[in-house]
DNA sequence: CGACCATTTGATATGGATCAAGCGATGTGG
DNA sequence: CCACATCGCTTGATCCATATCAAATGGTCG
């Protein structure tokens, strides 16, 4: 039970050039918050906070995928979640990050500050709703994540995979931008275990592996019964 | 990774006598909810409210203890979490009750309509906050719980019994309200495995057991060391 | 082409599950 | 009030899923 990422890099960030206005505006649907802030861009594996800053800022992916993850005190990790294009994160309780938040590609991300949603939110009752809407629609991904959890590793890899293939718009072609051990530590099972699940379903044709970053589901019964 | 509960009782309610006026009011501080809402007794294993229902209601532990739980397809049962008095439970981001509430001792439930509040809601600030305050209280317990989830047996037993130690005021002298099986079903572990656990604990002089349902903190430190 | 990194594959070890008794409390009916 | 059934917990023996250790393969970038 040790080992798993040891952590590798992580440049580090927060203080950068001054962000900029808004280039790709107005993305998804959403409330007034949707409006405000400035675009800033990372690069693959590059740090946007870390965990115990102070979390002045909210998030929202304009365009790639960032991970929310954790050090163990004995080095191992865990990963909160993978955000991608239209997803907020970095939303806390306290006034210090929990986790922290990586790019997995390169990354385009709007970034609000926190005291000016809460001042909004202090007057609009509807910014106020819609942060309350964010933080229970975190509550049930982590519900879920918990149901994951307990189950096999096959059910692990599987519920991944079905959760990944839902994101996108119920695609069967699904992209991974995620490492294996990226996948590992979501998990919680070993890069050698999420290898040898994924083979196994590729063996047993409910999934293909085009190669070993996109896969294309291929038998959703099979698939929605291995899930458990 | 099967058997675990397989259920055992579980009484049908939700249609019983009408609750009557609060008997044990203002216990805990707290905003204006806590001024809501009418006193109900549940005896012990008796259902609150089952997954699936349409949740009307928000409750607030006035004594005794409530475990939230869901049965998976196959018969494996998660515990979402176990509730004491002055915690709230029951609210949801839908209109479905996702986990099952159970009493699992004889326990007093404040019992607070849904709609009343989010009328409140809708013109007092100070309730809507202490709505959302709640959903993110619960965020971070579920987060948590996650972090548990990754750990080894060992460190699962002994993270629990640190967090029954820290509800219970920081005393190193804890009651367990709940079944070696409810303790297992919320870790993730079988019921032999956290006898083995604690036995294990109990020998080495990390805890002392009087009895099956108290434990005593005899060496924090060896625990915190042990907790990973 | 060669170095590096991510992924796969193979061999072995092990923590926790499973299967199976045994034991001590609690409660019930005779 | 005691005998017996039941229930929750513990303990023991064995098995198996997944971790660990080790090496080969393949893809990417200079």
Same mark, same amino acid.
């Given at each position: 039970?040790?080992?798993? =990422? ?19 505006? +107005? ?10 802030? /400035?675009?800033?861009?990372?690069? @693959? ?14 998030? #929202?992916? &304009? !365009?790639?995928? %960032?991970?929310?993850? #954790?050090?163990?005190?004995? +080095?191992?990790?865990?990963?909160? /979640? ?17 986790? !922290? /938040?990586?790019?997995?590609?390169? /990354?385009?991300?709007? &970034?609000? #500050? @926190? *005291? ?8 609009? *009752? ?15 991904? &982590?519900? #879920? ?11 692990? %890899? ?11 718009? +119920? !695609?069967?072609? %699904? ?35 085009? =190669?070993?970053?996109? &896969?294309?589901?291929? *038998?959703?019964?099979?698939? =929605?019964?291995? *899930?458990?």
């Amino acid at each position: 039970m040790l080992t798993q =990422t040891m952590i590798t890099e992580s440049p580090r960030l927060a203080d950068r050039p001054a962000p900029g206005r808004p280039p790709g505006e +107005g993305r998804l649907l959403g409330g007034p918050i949707d409006l405000m802030g /400035a675009c800033m861009s990372f690069a @693959r594996n590059e740090e946007i906070y870390g965990e115990g800053e102070p979390a002045e800022y909210l998030y #929202k992916v &304009v !365009s790639g995928t %960032v991970r929310t993850s #954790k050090i163990l005190a004995d +080095g191992r990790r865990q990963i909160g /979640a993978f955000y991608q294009a239209g997803d907020m994160f970095g939303l806390e309780m306290g006034d210090e990050h929990t986790f !922290s /938040a990586e790019a997995i590609t390169d /990354a385009e991300v709007r &970034v609000i #500050k @926190r *005291n000016a949603i809460a001042a909004l939110a202090q007057r609009d *009752n509807d910014v106020a709703r819609e942060l309350w809407t964010l933080t229970g629609h975190e509550l049930q991904r &982590v519900q #879920k994540h918990v149901l994951l959890l307990i189950k096999t590793a096959q059910e692990r %890899v599987v519920g991944f995979l079905l959760e990944m293939a839902q994101r996108a718009h +119920g !695609s069967n072609e %699904v992209d991974l931008p995620m490492s294996r051990q990226d996948i590992a530590d979501y998990l919680g099972l070993t890069i050698e275990t999420v290898s040898r699940t994924l083979t196994h379903l590729a063996t047993t044709a409910a999934i293909e592996l085009p =190669t070993s970053r996109h &896969v294309v589901l291929r *038998n959703r019964a099979a698939l =929605t019964r291995l *899930n458990g």
